[in-house]
């Protein structure tokens, strides 16, 4: 970050060389030759053109000394710079203009972090962990829309009720929703509002609403247009045109993600005019990626002139990724020979239905989980999970009222029923494997179930075993040349092993071996291994690993068998075999001076 910091004493100068250490970018001025510092005659010198430029100042002095500098040049939160103060011993960082709207409350706390001093906010939203109205929106890439900003804000900070209404489903409406505050309460339908009830809407959606209430928008950018016209079509008045049945439909324009046409019209200064209008690029088609989308309106005509029977409604809905149509063809003519059509669609990631996420529970230990796994458990409506391979505590996650059931017993149609159950309903389902799902997860049959039926899903990677293990065994798997490969594999039993694959051919490389599922077959494994490894590699037998009933057996390879047999291990047990396991030779370079510059970058 490039932080003008202004030394005011040279007493201080160990604190703004701290900065500069975490900020690399940011120079020191003061009104003296000093060590690493740039000499300015006066502070304006410096001031002007940071205010000029937004840039952040860090000043390091008496509280007064930066008003009076500063004052001069303060204009708008909107453009000013965040500007923080740091007492001469670095024991505070204050906040002094553009807090929150600036960015300045942020940069207290980073600076207050590094120099282990106090961050003192004054802003409310900020120190009462409410949601910042006049920014949030920047945080999401939404548009923010409000009349009075300042009375929404003081409603709301005041806790007064407050209608919350989300028309879409993206990463900032989990946010709200999760972080929703006790006085306020969440809608999908404006028609379900109480208006009486409420002073403030605040609307996460593309659809445009008419109230009395004070109402902040944000305009997620989830509407694709796609636009046909005839040759050399004339593009005055077209935006607005479009702009209006946008209106009329009850879309905002601020929404628009994408504006796309068929190859052929490509280069029609109309539609790169539209596109324009919303400073958006052209999203351009080839006939063949549109000549299988379903649409409701096809046309003989267009398919006679372009080679598909659709130009805007296809394109519409190939760019939302198959999403429903809002807008279905309008077929427009400002003057003759002037004719075009549009049609707009709502991106298909952004639709409020049911939803599956397969959730990588890690290797047992319910803190292992990742954040995002845990919020998923925590708002799921169905947790199906693989109950002989996951603890049951991870399930304590789980709200009130939620379904919790183990697959354990299920056959893989009785888990397709249940989660399409929940699906069909619009409800959340939390589909929770061991480690991390793509490691022999048995997740690909599941796709493929989800995928034939249109089903929107997404997985939510976990922390592997083989991670658990390098923890665990204090040992780092790629040692600096002598080891830099990890395998993860597993030994030939019921099910085959690709020819190329064989644990006898994989163990020439001499790699780090991390061999699931084959605690059963530990003989065979030892067999293989001893083809390439020397019998005395280190090897190590990790079972359930971060569970509870966690052990962990270390020895060499040639009694790799007799440990397992010995402990009764099971098939929740990972094979570890290499020279990585405890080796502490060998140093990395990543530290030493000539890798510096990776630093600062």
Same mark, same amino acid.
Request: hydrophobic letters at 40%.
């Given at each position: 970050m490039k932080?003008?910091?202004i030394?005011?004493?040279e007493s ?12 690399p970018?940011s120079r ?21 053109p ?5 840039a952040?100042?860090?000043f390091?002095?008496?509280m007064g000394i930066c008003?009076?500098?500063? =004052?001069?040049?303060?204009?708008d939160k ?7 103060c ?5 024991r505070?960082a204050?906040?002094v $203009?553009s807090g929150h709207v600036g960015g300045?409350?942020d940069?207290?706390?980073q600076?207050?972090?590094v120099?282990?001093a106090?961050?003192?906010?004054t ?7 409410l ?7 920047r945080?999401?890439?939404w548009d923010?829309c ?7 804000i ?7 009720p407050?209608a919350?209404?989300l028309?879409v489903k ?9 972080t ?6 969440v809608f999908?339908n404006?028609?379900?509002i109480?208006q ?7 609307n ?13 928008n944000?305009?997620?950018k989830?509407?694709?247009v796609?636009?046909? *016209?005839?040759?050399?079509?004339s593009?005055?008045g077209v935006?607005?045109?479009v =702009?209006?049945l946008l ?10 993600a994408?504006v796309?046409t ?9 539609i790169r005019?539209?596109a ?5 690029? &052209? ?11 379903? $649409?409701?309106n096809?046309?003989?005509k267009?398919a006679?002139v372009?080679g ?5 409604e ?9 999403g429903?149509?809002?807008m279905?063809k309008?077929?427009?003519?400002l003057s003759?020979?002037n004719?075009?059509?549009?049609a /707009? ?8 239905c049911g ?7 890690g290797?047992g ?5 990742s ?7 925590q708002k799921?409506?169905?947790i199906?999970?693989?109950? =002989?391979l ?9 709200k009130q ?13 009785e888990?397709?029923?249940l989660?399409k159950?929940?699906?069909d309903?619009?409800?959340?389902v939390?589909r929770?494997h061991?480690?991390?799902? *793509?490691? !022999? ?7 493929a179930?989800?995928?034939r !039926? ?7 990677p976990g922390? =592997? ?7 665990a065994l204090?040992?780092q798997?790629?040692?600096?040349e ?6 993860l ?9 690709p020819?190329?694959?064989q644990?006898h051919k994989?163990?020439?490389s001499?790699?780090?071996m991390c061999?699931?599922?084959?605690a059963g077959? &530990?003989d ?5 291994l ?5 019998p005395?590699t280190?090897v190590?037998?990790?079972?359930k690993?971060t569970?509870?009933?966690?052990r962990i057996?270390?020895g060499?390879?040639k ?12 098939l929740?047990?990972?094979? /570890? ?10 140093l990395s ?5 000539e890798?510096k ?5």
């Amino acid at each position: 970050m490039k932080i003008a910091i202004i030394l005011v004493s040279e007493s201080s100068l160990p604190v703004a060389k701290a900065l500069q250490q975490e900020f690399p970018e940011s120079r020191i001025y003061a009104k003296r030759d000093l060590d690493g510092c740039v000499r300015v005659g006066r502070y304006e010198d410096v001031l002007m053109p940071c205010f000029n430029a937004s840039a952040p100042i860090v000043f390091i002095g008496a509280m007064g000394i930066c008003v009076r500098a500063i =004052s001069p040049w303060i204009c708008d939160k909107h453009t000013d710079s965040a500007v923080v103060c740091v007492d001469g011993t670095g024991r505070y960082a204050i906040p002094v $203009v553009s807090g929150h709207v600036g960015g300045a409350n942020d940069l207290a706390r980073q600076v207050a972090s590094v120099l282990g001093a106090e961050a003192v906010i004054t802003t409310r939203s900020d120190n009462e962990s409410l949601w910042p109205l006049d920014t949030i929106g920047r945080e999401f890439e939404w548009d923010t829309c409000a009349e009075n900003m300042n009375a929404c804000i003081a409603h709301f900070v005041n806790r007064k009720p407050t209608a919350l209404l989300l028309g879409v489903k993206d990463k900032g409406t989990e946010y709200l929703e999760r972080t929703s505050p006790e006085h306020v309460d969440v809608f999908v339908n404006f028609e379900d509002i109480p208006q009486e009830k409420y002073g403030l809407i605040i609307n996460v959606s593309p659809f445009v609403y008419e109230t009395s209430l004070m109402m902040i928008n944000y305009r997620p950018k989830v509407l694709h247009v796609g636009v046909g *016209c005839r040759k050399g079509c004339s593009l005055e008045g077209v935006a607005k045109h479009v =702009s209006d049945l946008l209106a009329q439909g009850g879309l905002s324009t601020r929404s628009i993600a994408s504006v796309g046409t068929i190859e052929l019209k490509s280069n029609e200064p109309m539609i790169r005019s539209l596109a324009a209008e919303y400073g958006l690029p &052209v999203s351009v088609y080839e006939a063949n990626e549109l000549k299988d989308v379903d $649409v409701p309106n096809p046309s003989e005509k267009v398919a006679e002139v372009t080679g598909v029977s659709s130009v805007a409604e296809a394109v519409a809905i190939k760019s939302s990724g198959y999403g429903p149509l809002l807008m279905e063809k309008n077929k427009c003519r400002l003057s003759e020979g002037n004719d075009f059509t549009f049609a /707009v669609a709502m991106d298909a990631d952004a639709i409020r239905c049911g939803h599956i996420e397969i959730v990588g529970a890690g290797p047992g230990d319910p803190e292992l989980v990742s954040v995002r796994g845990k919020h998923f458990l925590q708002k799921a409506d169905l947790i199906l999970y693989a109950g =002989s391979l996951v603890p049951r505590e991870l399930t304590y996650y789980a709200k009130q009222g939620a379904v919790v059931r183990s697959s354990a017993s299920m056959a893989l149609e009785e888990q397709f029923e249940l989660m399409k159950e929940f699906y069909d309903r619009g409800m959340l389902v939390v589909r929770l494997h061991t480690g991390d799902p *793509c490691i !022999y997860g048995a997740i690909q049959e599941q796709m493929a179930f989800f995928d034939r !039926y249109g089903m929107r899903y997404h997985i939510t990677p976990g922390i =592997s075993s083989f991670q658990a293990a390098a923890a665990a065994l204090r040992s780092q798997f790629t040692i600096p040349e002598k080891v830099q490969t990890i395998i993860l594999t597993r030994g030939e039993g019921r099910t085959p092993m690709p020819e190329k694959e064989q644990l006898h051919k994989l163990a020439q490389s001499q790699s780090t071996m991390c061999i699931y599922l084959s605690a059963g077959i &530990v003989d065979q494994v030892q067999e293989e291994l001893l083809q390439a490894y020397p019998p005395e590699t280190p090897v190590a037998a990790c079972y359930k690993l971060t569970w509870k009933e966690e052990r962990i057996y270390r020895g060499q390879l040639k009694d790799l068998a007799k440990i397992v047999k010995e402990n009764n291990l099971t098939l929740t047990t990972l094979l /570890v075999v290499g020279e990585a396991i405890d080796n502490r030779q060998g140093l990395s370079k990543l530290y030493s001076h000539e890798f510096k510059h990776l630093f600062r970058k």
